[in-house]
């Protein structure tokens, strides 16, 4: 049996403008695995992570997108996500007047198809913020408004945690955290890990504090739209020691 998540076959995207981001891309996640991608400033990380997700300001001009066999290359993005994929957004948005309790709610009987019981929605919400050391009083905080820049983050995590995505595609969520802030953010990941071992992670990563004490299975070399190296986790080191000289020309 097939346990292949996601599949992009030969894929090129394009904003608005018709200007190229994504040239050819190919990449298969599956079931439990960690992908890390890597990549100079401008090769296309965040456009590929929100191409994934189905973002409207990018366009796929060609190649396909497919969830569990299924081509969700022209799926809106909520439909996506009640597939089971989860994006935790570089700069993760403000959203005044809702709260992060009645988003949280509303987001998990959207992607699971049904109300979610109150008593248990509220263990598992005081449970998952305990976890992340965030204080209770952030549930009836508007989403992510007047948070720091750690605070969002560390939303976002929470956001993953209790909707239990299939795969969670982090787009430099350690950007800007402090030690402790990346530690637990770690925590939080290494958590839904192990909440279910079929959950997959795609990385979007400049740094090597997230990523070292992570199971990673693959790393990817993301330059001018495209992959074109793929290693084992020991590649994190060598482009923390080199940077990415050496893949620049391939």
Same mark, same amino acid.
């Given at each position: 049996?097939?346990?292949?998540?996601?599949?992009?076959?030969?894929?090129?995207?394009?904003?608005?403008?018709?200007?190229?981001?994504?040239?050819?891309?190919?990449?298969?996640?599956?079931?439990?695995?960690?992908?890390?991608?890597?990549?100079?400033?401008?090769?296309?990380?965040?456009?590929?992570?929100?191409?994934?997700?189905?973002?409207?300001?990018?366009?796929?001009?060609?190649?396909?997108?497919?969830?569990?066999?299924?081509?969700?290359?022209?799926?809106?993005?909520?439909?996506?996500?009640?597939?089971?994929?989860?994006?935790?957004?570089?700069?993760?948005?403000?959203?005044?007047?809702?709260?992060?309790?009645?988003?949280?709610?509303?987001?998990?009987?959207?992607?699971?198809?049904?109300?979610?019981?109150?008593?248990?929605?509220?263990?598992?919400?005081?449970?998952?913020?305990?976890?992340?050391?965030?204080?209770?009083?952030?549930?009836?905080?508007?989403?992510?408004?007047?948070?720091?820049?750690?605070?969002?983050?560390?939303?976002? #995590?929470?956001?993953?945690?209790?909707?239990?995505?299939?795969?969670?595609?982090?787009?430099?969520?350690?950007?800007?955290?402090?030690?402790?802030?990346?530690?637990?953010?770690?925590?939080?990941?290494?958590?839904?890990?192990?909440?279910?071992?079929?959950?997959?992670?795609?990385?979007?990563?400049?740094?090597?504090?997230?990523?070292?004490?992570?199971?990673?299975?693959?790393?990817?070399?993301?330059?001018?739209?495209? #992959?074109?190296?793929?290693?084992?986790?020991?590649?994190?080191?060598?482009?923390?020691?080199?940077?990415?000289?050496?893949?620049?020309?391939?």
């Amino acid at each position: 049996m097939d346990q292949t998540l996601l599949n992009i076959n030969n894929l090129y995207a394009t904003l608005e403008s018709g200007k190229e981001i994504i040239c050819g891309l190919d990449l298969k996640v599956g079931q439990g695995e960690i992908h890390v991608i890597m990549g100079p400033n401008g090769a296309g990380k965040s456009t590929l992570a929100n191409v994934i997700m189905g973002h409207p300001d990018y366009f796929v001009k060609d190649g396909n997108i497919y969830w569990q066999g299924e081509d969700i290359t022209d799926l809106a993005s909520n439909e996506r996500a009640k597939k089971g994929i989860f994006l935790s957004f570089q700069t993760p948005e403000e959203i005044d007047g809702i709260t992060m309790r009645d988003f949280l709610k509303s987001a998990k009987a959207a992607t699971c198809g049904k109300p979610v019981p109150m008593l248990a929605f509220r263990k598992e919400l005081e449970e998952t913020l305990n976890l992340l050391q965030m204080d209770k009083a952030y549930a009836d905080r508007y989403v992510n408004f007047g948070f720091s820049g750690g605070e969002k983050k560390k939303s976002e #995590i929470l956001q993953l945690l209790m909707l239990d995505a299939k795969l969670a595609i982090l787009d430099e969520t350690d950007s800007g955290l402090d030690v402790d802030a990346v530690k637990t953010v770690k925590e939080g990941i290494i958590h839904y890990r192990n909440q279910d071992e079929t959950h997959s992670l795609l990385i979007i990563s400049h740094s090597t504090k997230l990523l070292k004490d992570l199971p990673v299975d693959y790393v990817h070399v993301l330059v001018n739209g495209k #992959i074109v190296f793929t290693g084992g986790k020991e590649l994190i080191q060598k482009i923390d020691r080199e940077g990415f000289a050496d893949f620049l020309s391939m």
